[in-house]
């Protein structure tokens, strides 16, 4: 096969991880093919099992530098689910704005 | 890859396949000062938990799950996975470490007008505990408790009014770690949450495994009871070797 040009992006910024979009050029300068590869496996699927779940709250913050809080929320609310916590009045203002605060930045 | 000659170069993150060996390389060559920021860069961080696991685990886990078809991981234009998480001093040399998961803003000051002004630098080789006020009495008054138990505490009083929560058995991995995050009082205990060691290991090459084990032993707490202990004590500092595939126990 003929290959024409090929544009690999990398790393795509703005999200975390890395993330690269291979666009392989045909002759005539047109998209021939658009992939978008994640270019490393970190694995939290795997070793966030066997840990216990009052850790997660701070295992899994470090998925994303962009939306940490995100990550902690979810896994302190399944905390929360699990040993029958109820967050106050105060708690649950505190989380939103928390989580607003995710949003803005 | 072509990287531009520098003075400073600064690496965040762990090395996981051998794109990131390679660039961490090429890097070492064209800077001067190397710097590591952050605890993955420096010790293999959260990501080197992944170390408990072998890579074929790792890969079957992630591409065949039991609500999504199985598919082979794909191998065309993706650098192939190292066989674990390295710290980058593992396979560069590094000329400074700022740990830290995240890393203190005044720690990163600090370190960077030090280079400015030529000097040496590097963080006091002393424990969260040194740099900790909390009231200890060398004896726990209970058994470990599991982490989300909340610390018995008064909120309207600082540190000094607290009891030392290794010894309310709340497990804290302040014994076992570098002081630093904070210039005043550790960032986590401050919170009233337990240490969990992302500054890394007070000396190079110390092992919080053993001292954590001796630092619960003298108040009185089995280690041995402490669930998921592997992984707890090294839970910041997973390259090194300090994590790896262990044989599956028998149940």
């Known amino acids: 096969m003929k290959m024409g040009k090929k544009l690999i992006l990398s790393p795509v910024s703005r999200i975390e991880g890395h993330v690269q979009i291979n666009l392989d050029l045909d002759d005539g300068g047109n998209v021939a093919e658009c992939r978008t590869q994640v270019v490393n496996l970190r694995g939290f699927e795997r070793f966030c099992l066997g840990r216990p779940v009052e850790e997660m709250p701070r295992i899994t913050t470090s998925i994303c530098g962009v939306c940490p809080t ?26 939103r704005a928390h989580g607003g605060n995710t949003l803005c930045h | 890859m072509d990287l531009p000659e520098a003075d400073v170069g600064i690496i965040s993150g762990g090395v996981r396949t051998e794109e990131m060996k390679e660039l961490a390389k090429i890097m070492r060559d064209k800077v001067k000062i190397l710097i590591t920021l952050g605890s993955c860069a420096c010790f293999g961080g959260i990501p080197a938990l992944a170390n408990l696991s072998s890579k074929e685990d790792l890969l079957n886990t992630v591409y065949s799950t039991k609500t999504t078809d199985k598919t082979d ?14 710290a980058v001093d593992e396979i560069v040399k590094v000329d400074l470490k700022i740990p830290g998961c995240p890393p203190a803003p005044g720690v ?8 400015l002004e030529g000097k040496e630098w590097s963080l006091p080789e002393r424990s969260v505990c040194d740099q900790c006020g909390v009231i200890r009495e060398k004896k726990a008054k209970v058994a470990l408790k599991r982490a989300y138990e909340p610390a018995d505490f008064d909120p309207a009083q600082g540190l000094e009014a607290m009891r030392c929560l290794n010894e309310q058995g709340i497990l804290c991995l302040g014994p076992a770690t570098k002081a630093g995050c904070d210039p005043k009082e550790p960032r986590c205990v401050k919170a009233r949450m337990p240490c969990r060691g992302c500054f890394g290991p007070i000396r190079e090459g110390a092992k919080p495994m053993v001292d954590m084990m001796n630092a619960l032993t003298s108040v009185g707490l089995n280690p041995r009871e402490v669930e998921d202990r592997m992984a707890l004590f090294n839970r910041y500092i997973g390259g090194h070797n300090n994590l790896r595939v262990l044989p599956q126990k028998k149940r």
């Open chain 2, 108 to 115: 990163i000051a600090e370190a960077i007008t030090a280079l």
């Open chain 1, 70 to 95: 995100s990550h902690h929320m979810a896994s302190a609310k399944v905390n929360d689910v699990i040993f029958g916590g109820r967050t106050n009045v105060r708690g649950k203002k505190v989380e």
């Open chain 2, 73 to 86: 991981p794909p191998s065309v234009e993706i650098p192939p996975l190292l066989d674990r998480v390295y």
